[in-house]
């Protein structure tokens, strides 16, 4: 990704001036919800009284932010609203909670906008042949992708009296509605739809790391490529400028500190986090895997990780092989429909025994292919590295996995599969999972 902005008082204080251009027209009662944002020196903020108005928001900025948003959720009392958790003060009341879909596809340049933007045209389109929703807008998030809003016409959740299992039932239905949007194929943020305690980036205000500033898209606009509108994207004279494609290569990996990124309130003393996972398992063969895999830690740094596993892969003829990482690790995808006993004979030997052990116990594996979500926040956040073992490829007897193919196109890192043998169905199974 090109380099943030550097920031500073006077730059964003010029951009947000009045705070006319930011965007509350979408809000029914903008006084119903919680406002949030990140100050330029860091720590999150919280705003202390409602909002009615940008100039009444921008007012309340006592550092310009880099980062400004919104709640989904409207309440009877947004300001200083108790944690999730919180047994000790009265549980909020919760009035109505907007639908949102967020559909990221990293990382940010015009030709991974464009197939977010593909993606995000194509679940508006399931969301009105298969729900009731109510579409309010679609917003470009100043970055990667796409928020679909949506209001839900069910009031039923709404009539318990009870707050707490109020929101309970809300949420139920929100992940109900998300396990279905899931199985129907679609790349969308696991956590945010089912969470009511979910904040997102507010439209007319800038995106901290590009400068782009989050915009709802006008009538016709997401049917059209983005090429032919994206230079209409009002942005900072700072905003970095979007490549045409992603980078083949990252030249040198430091891992980053351990990084949260995200909005709601954190679930203090818990342990579990959320993320989303794929099968190895190529559906509609019967025993045949992809290759997927995070590297052992013991393999060393992420150069080092990527380096011993392509000797390895190189070896077997298997490849090329996709590479991702979190900062601290490397997950390595083959979309290859590689039979189980070959693969458990190749494995063993390398010494990546997690999925060895899955294979054996399992007869596939269950591998985590996104960031982790603890506590409401997102940590360990996924970006893709590149594509090697390409001279390879040729050797390999194994056909293709269309699944594992589909998986990694949308995960940033496309593969030249050229005309070989395809097996399997289009789409992986892929799950939102608990774990500790």
């Known amino acids: 990704m090109a380099e943030s902005p550097e920031w500073t008082e006077s730059s964003l204080s010029e951009h ?65 609203l108790p944690r999730l958790k919180d047994s000790k003060r009265p549980s909020p ?32 389109e399931w969301i009105a042949e298969n729900t009731d929703l109510r579409i309010r807008h679609v917003s470009f998030s100043g970055s990667k992708g796409f928020h679909i809003v949506a209001i839900d016409p069910d009031r039923s959740p709404f009539e318990e009296p009870d707050p707490v299992k109020r929101e309970q039932v809300v949420r139920e239905n929100r992940k109900s509605l998300l396990g279905r949007v899931i199985e129907a194929g679609h790349d969308v943020d696991p956590v945010v739809t089912a969470d009511t305690r979910r904040i997102i980036r507010l439209p007319g205000t800038l995106h901290g790391s590009t400068g782009w500033a989050c915009s709802i898209l006008g009538e016709g606009m997401l049917e059209r490529p983005v090429r032919e509108w994206i230079s209409d994207i009002s942005k900072h004279e700072m905003a970095s400028s979007m490549p045409r494609i992603p980078p083949i290569k990252t030249p040198r990996f430091k891992p980053r500190k351990k990084t949260v990124v995200g909005t ?18 190529v559906p509609g063969t019967k025993d045949r895997s992809a290759l997927v895999t995070w590297l052992p830690a013991r393999w060393g740094d992420v150069s080092e990780s990527i380096e011993r596993a392509q000797r390895e892969f190189d070896s077997i003829d298997l490849g090329p092989v996709a590479y991702m990482h979190d900062g601290e690790r490397v997950l390595a995808i083959i979309p290859r429909a590689i039979p189980r006993d070959f693969l458990l004979s190749r494995i063993g ?20 292919i996104s960031g982790r979500m603890a506590g409401g926040d997102w940590e360990s956040e996924m970006e893709p590295i590149t594509v090697l073992g ?20 949308r995960l940033g890192l496309p593969i030249r599969h050229g005309t070989g043998d395809i097996s399997g169905k289009p789409k992986a199974s892929i799950r939102v999972a608990v774990r500790r």
């Not at 679930?267 to 099968?279: A, G, I, N, Q, T």
């Open 16 to 80: 947000y001036s009045d705070g006319s251009g930011i965007d509350l027209s979408w809000l029914e009662k903008p006084t119903r919800h919680q406002f949030r944002w990140r100050t330029l020196k860091g720590p999150w903020v919280t705003s202390r009284k409602r909002i009615s108005s940008g100039k009444s928001l921008v007012k309340s900025f006592d550092s310009m932010p880099t980062d400004v948003y919104v709640s989904t959720s409207s309440w009877l009392d947004p300001v200083n």
């Open 93 to 124: 009341i919760l009035i109505d909670h907007m639908v949102v879909f967020d559909i990221d596809m990293r990382p940010f340049c015009r030709s991974r906008l464009e197939l977010a933007r593909k993606e995000t045209l194509r679940l508006r």
């Open 264 to 281: 709601s309130s954190v679930m203090e003393d818990s342990h579990e986090f959320v993320s989303l996972e794929v099968s190895s398992h």
């Open 349 to 368: 030997r390398m010494g990546i025994r997690g999925l060895e052990n899955d294979l054996r116990r399992f007869e596939h594996s269950w591998v985590r």
């Open 390 to 409: 390409y001279d390879s490829s040729g050797r390999c007897m194994h056909p293709w996995s269309a699944p594992h193919l589909d998986l990694c196109k």
